[in-house]
């Protein structure tokens, strides 16, 4: 479908949202934006780009910016605190790896993109709902609503007011800060490093490269934690909390000395993807978890990638929603099951769990076929979710991709 002269209106400047607009933009779209934010700006600390969410920044041609700007991850490494018995010791396969990188540097090269795609922006809009029709709005905050669109996309992440349910909040969130890397060598370059004590704590170091050309290396940071302890947490203050890290995990210490936490709260849900009639959920506002897989920002994406090709591809927005969501599902219904399984074994208040994890995890990733399994589990890439997307169609020059041109002759 020729996508120039279309209108689409797209709920959330996030990860999602932003690589969408950007996407379909490129292919003469025209593309509005709204956000709650006074103006664009990212949430959280870092994270890891797997090789699925690679793939589609490599597609949007944004890849050797993101590789500049983070750091290469080989390794994920964990080890109990007491012992430091290795639990989880995972790879990645034939030479690949993962990148890790503040959410603040991939903010700014798709807000970027999205910039130099010609995609517009209504800032402090706060939306409310959908407002349902062949073409539909969003009706925001002020009482106001965006003009009639021929898609709506809610890509509001996992707070998003569409489908909100309160329930979908779990026990444990974590603090979360941005710190200075530390290159003394105690940490690895290429490694996110973890610590457990059962499954009712759990902390990491991640390094996440630069925020922007010329600035030092950062490290992320993170100390999970119920939250209804948060209050308690305050009150003994920061020297109780440095000394607490310094007992479970004496390295890091001085990362808690030099952080400024935020606390940050997960959910797990998968809503019905579809809010109308041309109108249709990407990302967390889809399917959020708990981090514990480390795939939110790379589904974010390949959402994103999945909509534009299916829309690139299908002659109507009704057969294109329909063919991304065939593209989508079951790589999504896999990892939410995974995540609601896997998610006790390391946030919980289980005592069994997590030592059938130590038992278990750790000794089945030294076992090749395990191990390969669990790689593929861990980055994403179990069930071919960038094969089912066909990236080829994100191209926005119109050319048919080569498989489609044979089909032709
Ligand atoms: C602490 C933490 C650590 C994480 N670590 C990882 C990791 O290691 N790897 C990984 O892959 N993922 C990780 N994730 C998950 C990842 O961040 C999310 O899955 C990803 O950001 C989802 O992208 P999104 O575009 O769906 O939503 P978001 O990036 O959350 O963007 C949502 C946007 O919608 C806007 N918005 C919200 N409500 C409204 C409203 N009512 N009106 C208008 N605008 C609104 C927000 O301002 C925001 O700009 C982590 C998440 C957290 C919180």
Same mark, same amino acid.
């Given at each position: 479908?020729?996508?120039?002269?279309?209108?689409?209106?797209?709920?959330?400047?996030?990860?999602?949202?932003?690589?969408l607009a950007a996407l379909l933009a490129r292919h003469g779209a025209t593309v509005t934006i709204y956000d709650q934010m006074a103006a664009p700006q990212p949430v959280g600390s870092g994270f890891v780009l797997q090789p699925t969410g690679s793939a589609v920044l490599s597609a949007m041609g944004l890849l050797d910016k993101v590789e500049q700007r983070g750091a290469?991850?080989?390794?994920?490494?964990?080890?109990?605190?007491?012992?430091?018995?290795?639990?989880?010791?995972?790879?990645?396969?034939?030479?690949?790896?993962?990148?890790?990188?503040?959410?603040?540097?991939?903010?700014?090269?798709?807000?970027?993109?999205?910039?130099?795609?010609?995609?517009?922006?209504?800032?402090?809009s706060r939306v409310t709902a959908i407002e349902p029709g062949v073409r539909p709005r969003l009706k925001l905050g002020n009482g106001k609503t965006s003009s009639a669109s021929d898609l709506v996309v809610d890509a509001m992440g996992a707070s998003s007011p569409i489908g909100y349910k309160s329930s979908t909040e779990l026990d444990y969130g974590a603090l979360w800060?941005?710190?200075?890397?530390?290159?003394?060598?105690?940490?690895?370059?290429?490694?996110?490093?973890?610590?457990?004590?059962?499954?009712?704590?759990?902390?990491?170091?991640?390094?996440?490269?630069?925020?922007?050309?010329?600035?030092?290396?950062?490290?992320?940071?993170?100390?999970?934690?119920?939250?209804?302890?948060?209050?308690?947490?305050?009150?003994?203050?920061?020297?109780?909390?440095?000394?607490?890290?310094?007992?479970?995990?004496?390295?890091?210490?001085?990362?808690?000395?030099?952080?400024?936490?935020?606390?940050?709260?997960?959910?797990?849900?998968?809503?019905?993807? %579809? +809010?109308?009639?041309? #109108? *249709?959920?990407?990302?967390? =506002?889809? $399917?959020?978890?708990?981090? !514990? &897989?480390?795939?939110?920002?790379?589904?974010?994406?390949?959402?994103?990638?999945?909509?534009?090709?299916? %829309? +690139?591809?299908?002659? #109507? *927005?009704?057969?294109?929603? =329909?063919? $991304?969501?065939?593209?989508? !599902? &079951?790589?999504?219904?896999?990892?939410?099951?995974?995540?609601?399984?896997?998610?006790?074994?390391?946030?919980?208040?289980?005592?069994?769990?997590?030592?059938?994890?130590?038992?278990?995890?750790?000794?089945?990733?030294? &076992?090749?076929?395990?191990?390969?399994?669990?790689?593929?589990?861990?980055?994403?890439?179990?069930?071919?979710?960038?094969?089912?997307?066909?990236?080829?169609?994100?191209?926005?020059?119109?050319?048919?991709?080569?498989?489609?041109?044979?089909?032709?002759?």
């Amino acid at each position: 479908m020729k996508l120039a002269g279309f209108e689409i209106a797209i709920a959330g400047a996030g990860i999602g949202g932003l690589s969408l607009a950007a996407l379909l933009a490129r292919h003469g779209a025209t593309v509005t934006i709204y956000d709650q934010m006074a103006a664009p700006q990212p949430v959280g600390s870092g994270f890891v780009l797997q090789p699925t969410g690679s793939a589609v920044l490599s597609a949007m041609g944004l890849l050797d910016k993101v590789e500049q700007r983070g750091a290469r991850i080989r390794r994920m490494h964990g080890k109990l605190s007491t012992t430091r018995r290795t639990v989880l010791d995972v790879g990645y396969r034939n030479g690949a790896s993962g990148i890790a990188i503040q959410r603040v540097a991939l903010f700014d090269l798709l807000l970027d993109a999205a910039i130099a795609a010609g995609v517009g922006f209504e800032t402090a809009s706060r939306v409310t709902a959908i407002e349902p029709g062949v073409r539909p709005r969003l009706k925001l905050g002020n009482g106001k609503t965006s003009s009639a669109s021929d898609l709506v996309v809610d890509a509001m992440g996992a707070s998003s007011p569409i489908g909100y349910k309160s329930s979908t909040e779990l026990d444990y969130g974590a603090l979360w800060a941005t710190v200075p890397w530390d290159g003394s060598g105690v940490f690895r370059s290429d490694e996110l490093e973890q610590r457990y004590h059962r499954a009712s704590q759990m902390a990491g170091v991640l390094p996440v490269g630069t925020a922007k050309d010329g600035a030092a290396p950062m490290a992320t940071f993170f100390w999970s934690i119920r939250n209804k302890d948060m209050a308690a947490w305050r009150d003994a203050g920061r020297e109780a909390w440095i000394e607490a890290v310094h007992r479970f995990w004496p390295e890091a210490a001085h990362l808690a000395a030099a952080a400024e936490p935020v606390h940050a709260r997960y959910r797990h849900h998968t809503r019905l993807p %579809l +809010a109308a009639i041309n #109108s *249709v959920k990407i990302g967390d =506002a889809w $399917h959020a978890t708990s981090p !514990q &897989l480390g795939q939110g920002a790379n589904m974010a994406l390949l959402d994103a990638a999945s909509l534009c090709a299916a %829309l +690139a591809r299908e002659p #109507s *927005v009704s057969d294109a929603i =329909a063919r $991304h969501l065939r593209q989508r !599902q &079951l790589h999504i219904r896999f990892y939410q099951l995974l995540s609601r399984v896997l998610t006790p074994f390391y946030q919980s208040d289980s005592r069994l769990l997590p030592m059938s994890r130590d038992v278990m995890i750790g000794p089945a990733t030294k &076992l090749p076929l395990l191990r390969n399994l669990i790689t593929t589990l861990v980055t994403g890439e179990l069930l071919d979710p960038v094969g089912r997307i066909g990236l080829e169609w994100l191209s926005p020059d119109g050319a048919l991709p080569m498989s489609d041109q044979t089909a032709l002759l």
